[in-house]
């Protein structure tokens, strides 16, 4: 099987001052090719660093593909490096001294001295052609007959690049095999009842990862082999997932819990409205990241103080006084008294203790109320939340866009 | 000098799939204690690899950070992969069961089968108290003098473990020169007049970056040198910065907005409430996100739909149709009606096109005004802010947070 690594050059990258946004590209578009990274290395610009990891890259991988580091400045060594590596000798090569004065020439630049740097090529080099920037970018057979392309950090230089020519030819180097992936998201199952579930379902050629987010996990799915017998097999394979985890599964891919709520309410013709504790307003930020979320949702009281429970909400006071505002009645009577205050056709509340400070015995840090309120119904539900104080509240969000699913979708509400 | 390198274990981060938060993370808090990661690995959930990857780690660097892969799913191989390669015996350790055992007690729940894989440790580690999460980390230290972190794949659960105990550690094991970092952070001002403003001020050790985000933009200084000196050097220049810049600095580091306009409120005893439209509960979700907001946070009305601008607010309903929902005299008036409906000292509001849809000619898409009213008086404040829906609702959170800030920390509003 052919191994792809992927090496970054760059102090800023592995110093984590700018995130590898070349990487996630390449990456992201060998996935979209079934194709898959099998290492993704960066290191500093700097010779040795470079020199150690690119023999390293040679010794394990048979396709390497670097970013960065062909610039015209000191600090640009892949060249240099590269050289060192191959034990090939660097050559002033006259017809990139002819691309990059002809760049200069249409941007009415003169061509600055350092363009000879970027003249001095490997031995051996094939150059790939960069439309929207002056270095080049280099292809390389090793004796070994390993391939290596070294691409320039600047990203749409390197993406134009990567499209054109490399992404299409590291393709034709694989024949037949090819990997295929789809991805279940779910919602209120822990990971490790989600693989209870799903124990024994991968087959010999597949695998199964689970990614926990905060109050969901996604179950990711892939499947090796002749590329066109995967699809059938990851079709059959998602499909008896899903049915194993029944209606925790809230979508595929990249579908949000907000998406798919608002696509059932929208299936009803019903309207929203919200009513906020602790989440302060981040469930009604939740909603409103759905373009056109206006169709369905109508708006949002946060009432953090409790006096705006009463006078705004019309939550009894003496419900406040009695079970607290941290308790099912109150949840219930804000998902009731939001309903009433817009004219929608569901209310939704949350009220609980984010922390740090405010938790106690009775009711501790992560205890949360869920009300909700719909044309067939009003319930209310307790969740005990794990975590730190923005933890409680973005799973306090999720846990309220699931009753909402649940109850516009006609699924069972616990 | 030590070397430090970060292997992530995930086939979803070496695909791409999802992008490595947690490598960010530790990178910067290195970066943030004077230290820099110099080797970044990332390889997929598989035995072989990563058995071959740790090796590599084991041969050049001197503290080895490895994240993922602690999980009790069949995916999760790390504890195996270590043990392999390290030549230990796995152990059955009574002191993880116990752990994992209470924790699942203490959520009320029966602790799963598959506990036991996430107590088989290899010999010798010492445990790192997963204070967010089941599993726990691992330090290990070999023949050699290495040493090995593995912590969890989880985000909140690796930071908070890093943040206790990892990086304080490394940073212990340092001596000699550092790399003295300090960040201001600016609002409203773009990177390339920033970038004018502070031409000339790096010295010869130094470096000055900017880190452009939605609506903010952070100045990074940087100095090399011996600890000691390091220190006078860069308070020196963080003051010139600061005062090349002005009041746009609004704080350092990892200060948020929402911080400082929380502290400037609290310092004039004024208590604030929010009216929202285009942010639908973003604005408030940012306030709440500041531990001990309830001292002077009331609430929020997010009025999406304009019935509830007349009805929730008492927005005049000839204002909204003669100026129309997105005008400076409706913002004002959210803002006025939002303070007297929570009987606050500050409201404040945001009213927008948000995209993608709804723009026109008169009113683009990013159109945003804000109104903000105060003890000493009330403003609209109009901005045509850049970008797609996510982005435009980010800009106007930060907007409206710096108009607080300025209002109450007494500075120009503009």
Known sequence: MIGIEILTIGTEIVGGTIPDTNFLFLARELAARGLRCRWHTAVPDDRETLAAALETALGRATVIVTTGGLGPTPDDITRKVVATVLKRQLVLREDVVQILQDRFARLGRKAPPNIQAQALVPFGCDLID???????????????????????GVPHELERMAERIVLPEISSLVAGTRIAERTLRTVGVPESV??????????????I??????????????????????DAVLDRLIAEAADRIG?????????????????????????????????????????????????????????YDNGAKVSILGVPEAWIRDHGAVSGPVAEAMAHGVRERFAADVGVSTTGVAGPDGGSEEKPVGLVYFGICWPGGRISVRRQLLGARSQVIARSVTTALDLVRRVAGGLAVT
Do not use: C, K
């Open 130 to 152: 960069n439309e929207l920037g002056s270095a080049p970018g280099l292809r390389l057979q090793t004796e070994e007959g390993r391939i290596l392309y070294a691409l320039p």
């Open 194 to 207: 989600l693989s209870d579930r799903l124990a024994g379902l991968a087959p010999p050629n597949g695998a």
């Open 209 to 230: 990862a689970f990614l926990p987010h905060l109050g969901h996990v996604d179950v990711h799915l892939s499947v090796e082999g002749p590329a066109q017998a995967n």
């Open 247 to 303: 209606d925790a599964v809230y979508g595929e891919g990249i579908e949000e819990l907000e998406d798919v709520a608002g696509r059932a309410l929208m299936e009803r013709g019903w309207r929203i409205a919200v009513a906020e504790s602790l989440t302060g307003g981040a469930l009604g930020a939740r909603i409103v990241r759905v373009p056109g979320a206006s169709r369905y949702y109508l708006g949002d009281v946060v009432a």
